[in-house]
T-cell receptor, first 117, second 115 residues
Framework: ETGVTQTPRHLVMGMTNKKSLKCEQH?????MYWYKQSAKKPLELMFV???????ENNSVPSRFSPECPNSSHLFLHLHTLQPEDSALYLC????????????????FGPGTRLTVL | AQSVTQLGSHVSVSEGALVLLRCNYS??????LFWYVQYPNQGLQLLLK??????LVKGINGFEAEFKKSETSFHLTKPSAHMSDAAEYFC?????????????FGQGTRLTINP
């Protein structure tokens, strides 16, 4: 398999459930990202991991808990979500940048469509 | 802080007509700029990017964009629209966080192609 994969593609959960979203990249990258895409807002960056260290938490509620066990895998653990958390959750990866400031492309997965009842 | 504004949440053109999607940015440092496309039920795919050098950037599927510093713009164009171009397009500006790339996206423009 190539690129960035996400599972599951669709998820329906109740507000009291606990579930996890999984992202895997096969590109040899070492930076990974979670984004939220909802109908009413632009794409929102949620979390950034660089070399498996979280370097950005964009004021995301604690009911979202990311985990990056290695450079190829990224999880988003969900618990006690609200209906307004229903959205498309996108994972992306990129090559870590260096001091020369060169920037590399982020490659996106297909997303997980989450519905919270 | 960086930001992106895409003018027009919906754009509709006829097949074969010029496509013009507008993007203006705000950045306190020299920007790196991107256009991504999203087809239904898919993730985002990079169309093109500007980092440094030539201000006219060519991308995939016949798209191109021109970086105009004086106008803080990075508009996306295609001379002749095809039905397969119907999708949502996102402009983004990037910065760095400890080596990782932080993208700030515009709100997106949905492109419709009329037969």
């Amino acid at each position: 398999e190539t690129g960035v994969t996400q599972t599951p593609r669709h998820l329906v959960m109740g507000m009291t459930n606990k579930k996890s979203l999984k992202c895997e990249q096969h590109l040899g990258h070492n930076a990974m990202y979670w984004y939220k895409q909802s109908a009413k807002k632009p794409l929102e960056l949620m979390f950034v991991y660089s070399l498996e260290e979280r370097v950005e938490n964009n004021s995301v509620p604690s009911r979202f808990s990311p985990e990056c066990p290695n450079s190829s895998h990224l999880f988003l653990h969900l618990h006690t979500l609200q209906p307004e958390d229903s959205a498309l959750y996108l994972c992306a990866s990129s090559r870590m940048m260096y001091r020369d400031g060169l920037t590399d492309t982020q490659y996106f997965g297909p997303g997980t469509r989450l519905t919270v009842l | 802080a960086q930001s992106v504004t895409q003018l027009g949440s919906h754009v509709s053109v006829s097949e074969g007509a010029l496509v013009l999607l507008r993007c203006n940015y705000s950045s306190s440092v020299p920007p790196y700029l991107f256009w991504y496309v999203q087809y239904p039920n898919q993730g985002l795919q990079l169309l093109l990017k500007y980092t440094t050098g030539a201000t006219l950037v060519k991308g995939i599927n016949g798209f191109e964009a021109e970086f105009k510093k004086s106008e803080t713009s990075f508009h996306l164009t295609k001379p002749s629209a095809h039905m397969s171009d119907a999708a949502e397009y996102f402009c983004a500006v990037s910065g760095l966080i400890q080596g990782a790339q932080k993208l700030v996206f515009g709100q997106g423009t949905r492109l419709t192609i009329n037969p």
